[in-house]
């Protein structure tokens, strides 16, 4: 049976993800010797990445890039939660205070769009992880990621919820300028009371939109996703309404929804967060995530009304580079209430 060292054996390099999955697993996060600690309280762990680019499939896009793993901003709802299995880890706690981070990333995606078979394809930057989660202000990664696509021409497509975003302008131009940029703020609401409770350690949701306003101010293509809306915390019709007038008023170019889906590690911690936090909330729950998805017919009234607000405050017209959504549908828009 094939072997892999442990942490302490690897000497000259750092270690691969399979090699911190095997350390995790025989002795759990703790053997994870050479995390650093930071004043945050998260453990940063460099790993040596294999490639930079990931090939996906079933999505919009065909390539992914993702400089951490594991954030620290500790949404409740995040779907990559479930991704931190992978590494033996759990998606509670390890997922927010224990984050991987490539240290090699630049060069790995140097040598891969520099490669003659490159064909320039989309790349959509923080699809499993922010990637401006505060981390990057020492790193960097991101940005360097972003200096090499712009070399290689190549187009990017960029979620993030952090406004450290905007200290990268200059270099999201220069992407715009040589093929196509994107950047797709998170504001699921702005309702300050849902903030607190399902995004710990996020930037306020104005300080976000502000940061939409600035990119947008500087040319560079910049909108909302409100992504995920979350029933009972910020799915009334009055908080939707409030938050797509705060994004209208601050100069997006689009805003597109969706509403949470729960599935594997994510759903496991998220039911454990209601219930130690909202006992009453859990049997509602319960019953509109029997499955992955919510019923088709709430989720169709939870974006037919996002469609009449786009509507109101004049963000219906669809921008290059626009993720495809229900929210942005040609169809009539739908009247519809909520309750929950």
């Known amino acids: 049976m094939t072997s892999y060292p442990l942490l302490f054996d690897v000497i000259g390099r750092k270690p691969t993800t399979r090699e911190i999955a095997d350390t995790v697993k025989s002795g759990g996060t703790a053997a994870l010797s050479d995390a650093e600690r930071r004043a945050d309280h998260a453990r940063y762990q460099e790993i040596t990445s294999r490639s930079a680019?990931?090939?996906?499939?079933?999505?919009?896009?065909?390539?992914?890039?993702?400089?951490?793993?594991?954030?620290?901003?500790?949404?409740?709802?995040?779907?990559?939660?479930?991704?931190?299995?992978?590494?033996?880890?759990?998606?509670?706690?390890?997922?927010a205070s224990v984050i991987l981070v490539k240290h090699n990333i630049v060069q790995l995606l140097a040598r891969e769009v520099d490669r003659p078979t490159w064909a320039r394809e989309q790349v959509a930057c923080g699809t499993a992880t922010d990637p401006y989660q505060p981390i990057e202000g020492h790193y960097k990664l991101t940005r360097g990621c972003l200096e090499t696509l712009a070399r290689g021409r190549t187009p990017v497509g960029l979620v993030t919820k952090g406004p450290m975003v905007?200290?990268?302008?200059?270099?999201?131009?220069?992407?715009?300028?040589?093929?196509?940029?994107?950047?797709?703020?998170?504001?699921?609401?702005?309702?300050?009371?849902a903030w607190r409770t399902l995004e710990p350690g996020t930037a306020h949701p104005l300080q976000r939109l502000r940061a939409v306003r600035e990119l947008v101010d500087a040319g560079v293509n910049a909108g909302v996703l409100m992504a995920p809306i979350v029933p009972g915390f910020s799915s009334s019709r009055s908080k939707l309404e409030r938050t797509v007038k705060a994004i209208a008023d601050h100069g997006a170019r689009f805003v597109g929804c969706n509403v949470m889906y729960l599935q594997d590690g994510t759903r496991t911690h998220f039911m454990k967060f209601?219930?130690?936090?909202?006992?009453?909330?859990?049997?509602?729950?319960?019953?509109?995530?029997?499955?992955?998805?919510?019923?088709d017919s709430y989720r169709k009234q939870v974006q037919g009304m996002v469609r009449v607000l786009q509507q109101r405050y004049g963000l219906t017209k669809r921008e290059h580079g626009e993720p495809a959504n229900e929210s942005a549908s040609p169809r009539e828009p739908e009247q519809v209430g909520f309750r929950f």
């Open 166 to 193: 905007v200290r990268d302008v200059d270099v999201l131009r220069d992407v715009a300028r040589v093929s196509a940029c994107t950047v797709y703020m998170s504001v699921p609401t702005v309702d300050e009371d």
């Open 53 to 95: 680019l990931n090939r996906v499939h079933g999505m919009p896009f065909n390539w992914t890039l993702n400089p951490y793993r594991g954030c620290t901003h500790g949404c409740h709802y995040c779907f990559a939660r479930r991704y931190h299995v992978q590494f033996e880890m759990d998606s509670d706690d390890d997922f």
């Open 274 to 295: 209601i219930e130690r936090e909202y006992p009453s909330m859990a049997p509602r729950f319960e019953k509109l995530y029997a499955k992955k998805y919510p019923p």
